[in-house]
């Protein structure tokens, strides 16, 4: 049976076969002897996009008692989710965010627990995943941003929506009425002033 550690771009846990091509954590919450979630879903504000690999380290996934290893489609859902690259085994990507956090935002460059703090007001609402009004068109949003319609997310690529799916982006083939953003406005601010995302290969398919 599938682990109930994969992330969607709504931030919940779900279980699905797929590793992904991100992990990361956001503390400590599961039970390694059962090798499932507590009913908490964070413990620490630093919620983290880690490569899948780091400098040969092998772990049983949710069998220590250390972090909760969670995994994402890309970074792009990871983002969405709240996250942010961790300036161990991502430190390059982790300094670029860092930088263009600083340009979009129109601040001085931030800390990661300044970058964290932010991002926990932003992503959660009295507990729960927080949707963001859209400030501009769908066709304006940068690649690697994602909107909410009903409980449904989708990713902007080259200006048009692609529906997440835990296995990767298909395509859109009506107009897309979305509710809101997904990915916090700090991180959107971040997007535009140049950070790329890395994005499954999925999301090269475009709207016909």
């Given amino acids: ?7 969607t771009p709504f931030g919940e846990l779900v279980a699905a076969p ?20 507590l009913r908490k879903r964070w413990t620490t504000k630093a919620w983290l996009t880690c490569r899948l690999d780091y400098k040969g380290i092998r772990r049983t996934v949710m069998g220590t008692g ?8 890309d970074e792009a859902t990871a983002l969405a989710a709240g996250h942010r690259p961790c300036f161990l085994c991502r430190r390059d990507a982790a300094k670029i ?11 001085s460059l931030p800390t990661a627990p300044q970058i964290d703090s932010a991002l926990h007001r932003e992503r959660l609402w009295r507990g729960n995943k927080r949707i963001h009004p859209l400030t501009a068109e769908i066709a304006d949003l940068p690649d690697g941003a994602m909107v909410a319609f009903g409980d449904k997310a989708f990713v ?15 395509p859109v083939d009506a107009p897309l009425r979305a509710d ?4 916090p406005p700090a991180t959107l601010a971040a997007l535009r ?3 790329r995302a890395t994005m499954h290969p999925s999301a090269a398919i475009r709207r016909t």
């Avoid at 250390?66 to 489609?73: D, G, I, K, R």
């Avoid at 809101?180 to 990915?183: A, P």
Wanted: charged share 15%.
């Fill in 1 to 7: 049976m599938p682990l109930q550690n994969r992330v």
């Fill in 18 to 37: 797929e590793r992904g091509s991100f992990t990361g954590n956001r503390g400590i919450i599961h039970d390694p002897i059962a090798r499932t979630l």
């Fill in 66 to 73: 250390s972090w909760t290893e969670l995994f994402f489609l």
């Fill in 97 to 107: 965010f860092q930088a263009k956090w600083a340009a979009g935002n129109g601040c």
């Fill in 156 to 170: 902007i690529s080259e200006g048009h929506p692609l529906l997440w799916t835990v296995g990767g982006y298909l």
């Fill in 180 to 183: 809101g953003l997904l990915t």
């Fill in 193 to 195: 002033a140049g950070y």
